[in-house]
């Protein structure tokens, strides 16, 4: 069935550094990407979501990129702060109920 | 505006009590989700429901029961509860290839 592979499971950097999630899915007709962050004892909450036809998208210090022909979308946070530590994670979505989601980033922002 | 709802926040359960889990979603949404989520892990869906009478499967519905009887409500059903149900119960909701709205969780442990 259609899956969506997130990497790496733990991203741990530098604060001020750069910080890169990728998710890879499987199913060609998906045309939607959202990026959640998940901080600890609360529900997931969109940061950025991306469109099939849209090859990247930013807002602020977060942006995402969608390559449709390799399949892969990746999230990408620059002057990383302490705030941004997180579980992240990517889902991939066709214009139905289906919602395929990543098993998870847990990004760590060293000081 | 209140978003997706739902209650209790924590409860704990003793082995083969059984409890209903209330999700409550005030943004007119047809899609709405039940997931799980256990310590370090990503999100396992449980059932979804696309409109109101409508309910299906997800990955993991052994033990649970749902029902939609209204656009707005979707209770999660638990019976005969069993430690391996300890977890943490997200509900959702969206329309097609848009943002999913989540609870706050319900943090259940069944001793």
């Known amino acids: 069935g259609e899956n969506v592979e997130q990497h790496p499971s733990t991203l741990s950097v530098q604060e001020g550094d750069s910080a890169v999630i990728k998710c890879t899915y499987s199913d060609s007709a998906s045309n939607y990407f959202p990026w959640y962050k998940q901080e600890l004892g609360k529900g997931p909450q969109l940061i950025i979501d991306i469109r099939s036809n849209v090859g990247e998208k930013k807002d602020q210090r977060i942006a995402v990129t969608l390559n449709k022909t390799a399949k892969h979308f990746s999230l990408h946070i620059t002057e990383t702060q302490p705030e941004d530590s997180a579980v992240y994670f990517c889902?991939?979505?066709?214009?139905?109920?289906?919602?395929?989601w990543g098993a998870g980033t847990k990004l760590i922002i060293k000081p | 505006n209140a978003g997706v709802t739902q209650t209790p926040k924590f409860r704990i359960l003793k082995i083969g009590q059984s409890m209903t889990l209330q999700c409550a979603q005030d943004m007119n949404h047809n899609y709405m989700y039940w997931y799980r989520q256990d310590p370090g892990m990503g999100l396992k869906l449980i059932y979804y429901?696309?409109?109101?009478?409508?309910?299906d499967k997800g990955e993991v519905p052994n033990g649970y029961n749902v029902s939609r009887s209204t656009t707005e409500d979707f209770p999660l059903r638990l019976e005969l509860a069993a430690p391996s149900q300890t977890s943490v119960y997200f509900c959702a909701s969206r329309i097609a290839n848009t943002e999913a709205f989540f609870g706050q969780g319900t943090r259940l442990t069944v001793v």
């Open positions: 429901s696309v409109g109101a009478g409508i309910t």
């Open positions: 889902a991939a979505s066709k214009s139905n109920y289906q919602l395929i």
